[in-house]
């Protein structure tokens, strides 16, 4: 079964530094999604992907946070400086395209702790 | 925006009881509506979906209902078991020219006791 790869899984950082995440999606997969999943409440999308292109990056703190797509395949989700309430899961996700919900698939997630 | 509400937080029942979990969402466009379920410390994974043409659905134990006049729709698990204990999400979404992402509720928590 096709798998969204992330990396790192736990990462621990002290606030004011700066943090990075990546994710590969799933193979021919067009569209990426960067969530982000504070403990007991569900994902919050941060960022959508259509290839290269953001497609929505609304609810992106666009302060500290930046993510990029360069060729369309693989992604980065960078923090800086990290702040303590930026402690979460960040998960990633793909889909086939933005038209459609089919292949819907979730990384396994970076777990985010900033002390 | 799209808001999801969730309930019940927390739900536990006894060993082949049933189970039910209700969402109402708000943006009547929305016309998919997925459920998730997450272990501990593990990606939330698809169970069910329904789509806004479709009054209910049925996956051996575990069924969707939805009612697109009222906005709810319920996740349904009979003869529940101890590995059905987790987080389950629902989640709404519009697709095509409106994007997909999706706009998760707040999550329940399921308690299998057997």
């Known amino acids: 079964e096709a798998e969204v790869a992330q990396s790192p899984r736990y990462k621990i950082t002290e606030k004011s530094q700066a943090v990075a995440f990546w994710c590969d999606p799933i193979s021919g997969h067009a569209t990426?999604?960067?969530?982000?999943?504070?403990?007991?409440?569900?994902?919050?999308?941060?960022?959508?992907?259509?290839?290269?292109?953001?497609?929505?990056?609304?609810?992106?703190?666009?302060?500290?946070?930046?993510?990029?797509?360069?060729?369309?395949?693989?992604?980065?989700l960078k923090i800086q400086p990290a702040e303590l309430g930026d402690s979460a899961m960040y998960l990633c996700a793909s889909s086939l395209n933005q038209q459609t919900h089919y292949g819907y698939t979730f990384g396994s997630g970076t777990r985010l702790t900033v002390v | 925006g799209e808001?999801?509400?969730?309930?019940p937080s927390t739900?536990?029942?006894?060993?082949?009881?049933s189970a039910v979990i209700k969402c109402t969402y708000s943006d009547s466009a929305s016309n998919y509506f997925p459920w998730y379920k997450q272990e501990l410390g593990k990606r939330p994974q698809l169970i069910i979906d329904i789509r806004s043409n479709v009054g209910e659905k049925k996956d051996q134990r575990i069924a969707v209902t939805l009612n697109k006049t009222a906005k709810h729709f319920s996740l349904h698990i009979t003869e529940t078991q101890p590995e059905d204990s987790a987080v389950y999400f629902c989640a709404a979404s519009k697709s095509r020219e409106y994007g997909n992402?999706?706009?998760?509720?707040?999550?329940?928590?399921?308690?299998?006791?057997?």
């Open chain 1, 32 to 76: 990426l999604y960067w969530y982000r999943q504070i403990l007991g409440q569900g994902p919050e999308l941060l960022v959508q992907f259509q290839d290269e292109s953001v497609v929505d990056d609304s609810q992106l703190p666009k302060d500290r946070f930046s993510a990029e797509r360069l060729k369309g395949v693989d992604s980065t």
């Open chain 2, 3 to 7: 808001n999801v509400e969730q309930h």
């Open chain 2, 11 to 17: 739900l536990s029942v006894q060993e082949g009881d």
């Open chain 2, 101 to 114: 992402k999706l706009v998760f509720g707040a999550g329940t928590i399921l308690r299998v006791k057997s």
